[in-house]
């Protein structure tokens, strides 16, 4: 018997919750960001880069969360809808807030950073009001970036998603998306991020991510193994540790674990894989596939898109993923 369970007569796949953004990508890499005078804009946001890699790879998807009453938020809505995403559950928000900026850094292929621009941005403003119980009973999975923690009224939207998810028995994925602008402390991110964890059913990040969700509570013990467990004696079924170009380590309550490698990647940036990962990961497990094949599925798909200078608009197909196995040989 499958690890989770998906409601199968739901007419909706996939949920993404959380932040709608724009990245702002250099156009002149390998330099500094003093010296980088364009950019491209993209759609960002690491549920929103989720969501459209999930679209991408044909199933059908929706997203609840709050733009900007503003250019850039009509941008987002526009771009979402054209990639056949549901906006239903998209709230403009008229409080004055402003779209989250991701300004990125393209100094080497491995040297890349972020600059976030998160003050009074809309996608915080998420009300619980705008979690339709309707909504979420008609998907057959939700997914939670730790990031809509953050802040009021998004971190009691989050709750009462999560709430209504496991009431209908939607799997719920939380990706613990840590990005430290908009968070008080470590301490706050820690424990509000572990409270969400405690109620998924699969949960995906980094070692240093889960460390922080652990610093709170004792010491750290930065073992993937433990960690998992962690995890287990709470209702997680799934526990994903991702380590960059050292790839991935999966493990299932049943005690397995999986140790998930790379493709060859001509790589552009770093970022944009863990998102890529999880799209394609995530589609993997929604068509029935075991654990193995749907990391494999998010590493062919993370070389992708580091391979490229967007996050969103690099997104790949199924094609284009199964094109990297097939070149490559499985991993
Ligand atoms: N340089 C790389 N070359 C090829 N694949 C990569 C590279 N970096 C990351 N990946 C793939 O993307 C996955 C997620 O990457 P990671 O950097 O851990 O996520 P995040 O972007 O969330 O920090 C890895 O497990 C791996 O499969
Ligand atoms: O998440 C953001 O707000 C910025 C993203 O759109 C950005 O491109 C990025 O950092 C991707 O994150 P990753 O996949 O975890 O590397």
């Not at 804009?41 to 999930?54: D, E, R």
């Not at 005690?255 to 790379?262: A, E, L, M």
């Not at 970022?271 to 995530?282: E, R």
């Amino acid at each position: 018997m499958s690890l989770i369970t998906f409601e199968l007569n739901r007419p909706m796949d996939f949920i993404g919750l959380g932040r709608l953004c724009i990245d702002l990508n250099a156009n002149e890499i390998h330099r500094p960001m003093e010296e980088t005078r364009t950019f491209t804009k993209y759609v960002g946001g690491s549920p929103a880069n989720i969501t459209i890699a999930i679209a991408r790879l044909g199933l059908k998807a929706g997203f609840i969360g709050r733009v900007s009453d503003d250019q850039h938020g009509r941008f987002i809505t526009h771009y979402l809808e054209k990639e056949g995403i549901d906006t239903t559950s998209v709230t403009t928000d008229r409080s004055g807030s402003v779209t989250g900026l991701a300004f990125t850094e393209i100094k080497s292929p491995t040297d890349c950073s972020i600059l976030m621009y998160r003050d009074n941005v809309a996608d915080l403003k998420l009300e619980p009001g705008d979690v339709r119980e309707e909504y979420i009973r008609q998907a057959k999975a939700i997914m939670i970036s730790g990031t809509a923690l953050a802040k009021s009224p998004s971190r009691e939207a989050v709750f009462k998603a999560v709430d209504l998810a496991r009431k209908h028995n939607v799997v719920v994925f939380f990706d613990i998306d840590y990005r430290p602008w908009t968070w008080t402390s470590r301490d706050e991110t820690g424990i509000y991020c572990s409270l969400v964890a405690e109620k998924s059913d699969v949960i995906l990040g980094g070692r240093e991510e889960f460390d922080l969700l652990e610093a709170p509570f004792g010491p750290l013990r930065q073992d993937d193994r433990l960690t998992a467990e962690r995890w287990f004696a709470h209702h997680a079924k799934i526990v994903l540790v991702k380590h960059g170009g050292d790839g991935s380590v999966a493990f299932t309550k049943d005690g397995q674990s999986f140790t998930g490698t790379t493709f060859p990647a001509n790589v552009v940036k770093t970022f944009g894989a863990g998102d890529s990962f999880a799209g394609a990961f995530i589609y993997g497990l929604m068509n029935g596939w075991d654990i193995a094949r749907s990391q494999q599925f998010g590493a062919a798909s993370a070389s992708i898109v580091v391979s490229s200078h967007s996050c969103s608009d690099a997104m790949p197909t199924a094609e284009q993923i199964q094109a990297v196995i097939d070149k490559h040989g499985s991993k």
